[in-house]
């Protein structure tokens, strides 16, 4: 019930985004209350939305003027008269509203046009803002599928990555067992030559003990190298063998980890891609 109830909400929060309305309403502009054309744009941000309209009424305006709000003199409008015509324009976000209100006054032979115009005019002013509040909103949308988008390749890479890192962790693990095998070999080698050395050293000090020779003392003595060389190796081996094993436990915490690590990445990947879908919805309901 709960999974429903959000997508019930989901779906209604995009079609609140999808459907423009024009509405006939009346704002105060510097000069004084005009009767104005609206539109909604929601989670939006007001200096944003006016900019762009400013934008599109300079291309067909004469001039431009207003520093409370916007205004355009001498504009092109022939849906809505055959004269040039003055547009005023403001964006207003009440406070705490993630809206925004877009209000627009047409100027036509110094009179405003309102509810009781002339049915041309009416309907121009209309068309004008509904085509132009499309546009503006899909540029919004677009651009918002273009960042979820790449939010998702990113994402997808960052899992592509910890993919290898396992595969490097786990290719190590396997190369670190293979040199603690090899060393566990050697080192048992090595303490085998040791117990017998043991046994030959003891037996030439005996003999040296019982006849002491040039020959047998210099015997003796690189024999005791000898024995030194073979427990300082084993010693090292013995080492490396706890190195490694050391070095493996580490990397088997980092594949624990990594594979976390990829569940959480391959979960927040289907969000984004549902994020994205949505925007795809929006986009493609926008209307």
């Given amino acids: 019930?709960?999974?429903?109830?959000?997508?019930?909400?989901?779906?209604s929060s995009l079609n609140v985004f999808s459907?423009?309305?024009?509405?006939?309403?009346?704002?105060?502009?510097s000069g004084g209350v005009y009767p104005t054309f609206s539109v909604t744009f929601n989670n939006a941000?007001?200096?944003?939305?006016?900019?762009?309209?400013?934008?599109?009424?300079?291309?067909?305006?004469?001039?431009?003027?207003?520093?409370?709000?916007?205004?355009?003199?001498?504009?092109?409008l022939p849906e809505i008269s055959s004269d040039t015509i003055r547009v005023f324009l403001k964006a207003d976000k009440p406070k705490k509203s993630a809206d925004v209100y877009l209000h627009a006054a047409f100027r036509v032979n110094g009179t405003f046009?309102?509810?009781?115009?002339?049915?041309?005019q009416l309907?121009?002013?209309?068309?004008?803002?509904?085509?132009?509040a499309i546009m503006l909103k899909k540029e919004l949308v677009q651009k918002e599928l273009e960042t979820t988008t790449k939010q998702q390749t990113i994402l997808e890479n960052e899992l592509a990555g910890l993919v290898k890192e396992k595969d490097r962790a786990q290719n190590s693990i396997e190369k670190t067992q293979a040199n603690i095998t090899e060393d566990e070999q050697e080192k048992a080698e090595v303490e085998g030559k040791s117990t017998i050395m043991v046994t030959t050293v003891d037996a030439k000090r005996q003999e040296v003990a019982n006849g002491p020779t040039e020959a047998?003392?210099?015997?003796?003595?690189?024999?005791?190298?000898e024995q030194t060389k073979l427990t300082g190796k084993s010693e090292k081996l013995a080492k490396n063998i706890e190195s490694g094993k050391k070095k493996i436990e580490d990397l088997q915490y980092q594949i624990k980890k990594n594979l976390a690590d990829?569940?959480?990445?391959?979960?927040?990947?289907?969000?984004?891609?549902?994020?994205?879908?949505?925007?795809?919805?929006?986009?493609?309901g926008m209307n």
């Fill in 216 to 225: 047998n003392t210099k015997e003796l003595q690189d024999l005791l190298k």
């Fill in 262 to 284: 990829q569940d959480a990445k391959g979960k927040a990947i289907d969000l984004q891609k549902k994020l994205v879908e949505e925007v795809r919805t929006k986009l493609a």
């Fill in 19 to 29: 459907q423009t309305i024009v509405n006939n309403t009346s704002f105060t502009f």
């Fill in 113 to 120: 046009v309102g509810p009781d115009s002339d049915a041309r």
């Fill in 1 to 11: 019930m709960k999974k429903l109830t959000t997508f019930l909400l989901l779906v």
């Fill in 45 to 76: 941000d007001a200096g944003m939305v006016e900019k762009w309209y400013k934008t599109q009424l300079k291309s067909i305006s004469a001039d431009m003027g207003g520093k409370k709000e916007v205004m355009s003199i001498g504009t092109r």
């Fill in 123 to 132: 309907e121009g002013c209309k068309s004008w803002m509904y085509q132009h």
